[in-house]
């Protein structure tokens, strides 16, 4: 019985220590700046919080530290050569971001 414990309070430290599962990844053939750009202008047209973090092959859109926004959505760009892989993470169905991406994909 104390095996069988033991195990159970393993298993359960295990699963908890598992990483998340990561955001799906779309591709387009949009240059990052297209990209970018686009999704820019697609939250300013829903008056929607965000702010940019460029790097060398992309960058990343987030709306962490707006004060309406209880859970920060995170959208990676990266330059793939001739595609660019968008990963949009922890953003609600039907969100702005979500509409964001769709429309510029």
Request: proline fraction near 6%; charge should be positive.
């Amino acid at each position: 019985m104390r095996s069988l414990s033991i195990i159970t309070v393993l298993s359960v430290a295990a699963t908890a220590a598992a990483p998340a599962s990561s955001p799906p990844h779309l591709l387009t053939a949009h240059s990052s700046q297209a990209f970018i750009e686009c999704f820019a202008r697609s939250q300013n047209v829903r008056a929607a919080p965000w702010g940019f973090v460029p790097k060398a092959d992309g960058g990343t859109f987030s709306n962490l530290g707006a004060t309406s926004v209880a859970k920060p959505y995170y959208l990676v760009v990266t330059d793939r050569g001739r595609l660019r892989e968008i990963s949009l993470a922890d953003a609600t169905r039907g969100s702005a971001a979500q509409e964001g991406v769709s429309e510029c994909i």
